[in-house]
């Protein structure tokens, strides 16, 4: 049982490239978030999916974008990188939304925007 | 301003001596998780604690909500260089989205 796939676990990009940061989970779960970490900020939500064709923002959606095609895909994409999307990428996927049974995340994806 | 505070933000202990770690909020929550997150890894989920007052014992780890709800502790007996990590709290705000406090980085020396 794989859980939450993240590819790839590094990248570098150049200011203003695209990229799609991949995520599935093979555990049938209708809940799926992307998260971002900083060092001292913890984990912020950038977007958010309910289930297969359902998206919503989180509290950093700015220069992301995302789709939920299948219940096991939910890739993240980021438009023209900048300096400031620097960061580590976690990928999560909940049955019941997390409030009870919280949330399995994926290894993380390490993005270094120069 | 963030939704929960964790204290301290940094502990280094050596291995045999006990810990505690603190997460504060002002808001009552209806139930509270923590996690622990390795290098290089995600955040694994520990424990959720739902009642005011509830204790949840998790091998050397004991986790306490507070009475009121508005704040817990991890606390770890006799810590082992295999409890390094951080530590995150986190409160579900809705049916769909976790705030999660900054956490707190635990280093145990052998």
């Known amino acids: 049982n794989a859980g939450v796939t993240q590819t790839p676990k590094f990248q570098v990009l150049k200011t203003g490239q695209s990229m799609t940061l991949q995520c599935a989970q093979d555990?049938?779960?209708?809940?799926m978030s992307w998260y971002r970490q900083d060092p001292g900020m913890g984990l912020r939500l950038i977007h958010y999916s309910v289930g297969a064709g359902i998206t919503d923002q989180g509290e950093v959606p700015n220069g992301y974008n995302v789709s939920r095609s299948t219940t096991e895909d939910f890739p993240l994409r980021l438009l023209s990188a900048a300096p400031s999307q620097t960061s580590v990428y976690f990928c999560?996927?909940?049955?019941?939304?997390?409030?009870?049974?919280?949330?399995?995340f994926g290894s993380g994806t390490r993005l270094t925007v120069v | 301003t963030q939704l929960l505070e964790q204290s301290p933000q940094f502990l280094s202990i050596q291995e045999g001596e006990n810990l505690t770690v603190y997460c504060n909020s002002s808001?009552?929550?209806?139930?509270l998780q923590w996690y622990r997150q390795e290098p290089g890894e995600g955040p694994v989920l520990l424990v959720t604690?739902?009642?005011?007052?509830e204790v949840k014992k998790l091998k050397r780890l004991t986790f306490q909500f507070g009475d009121a709800r508005k704040d817990s502790s991890l606390h770890i007996t006799a810590a082992q260089p295999g409890d390094t990590g951080l530590y995150l709290c986190?409160?579900?705000?809705?049916?769909?989205?976790?705030?999660f406090g900054a956490g707190t980085t635990v280093t145990v020396r052998a």
């Open positions: 808001s009552v929550f209806s139930s």
């Open positions: 604690v739902v009642t005011g007052g």
């Open positions: 999560a996927s909940s049955q019941g939304g997390g409030g009870d049974d919280g949330y399995t």
């Open positions: 555990m049938n779960h209708e809940y």
């Open positions: 986190a409160v579900a705000i809705n049916d769909y989205k976790l705030s």
